[in-house]
């Protein structure tokens, strides 16, 4: 276990290792989704269908939140 000031590394946190993981197979297909959305939605508003027992617009703003936190993280 690493101690609290160690940074947190692929071979000391699983969790860290399972993201990376996920975002080395589907992150650039998420980011170019999201590209294209941002392109193609300019002017407008979207309408995101509902799903339930999910607040899919939730969800994506704390999605927002702690990826810009991870950033501020990343050295």
Not at 46 to 74: F, N, T, V, W, Y
Request: glycine share 4%.
């Amino acid at each position: 276990m690493p101690h609290p000031e160690d940074p947190l590394t692929i071979r000391n946190d699983m969790q860290l290792l399972m993201f990376m993981r996920l975002w080395t197979s589907q992150g650039s297909l998420a980011l170019r989704a999201a590209s294209s959305l941002v392109s193609r939605s300019e002017g407008r508003t979207i309408e995101i269908p509902e799903k339930q027992g999910r607040d899919i617009k939730a969800e994506i703003i704390q999605m927002h939140k702690h990826l810009s936190s991870l950033l501020d993280r990343i050295v």
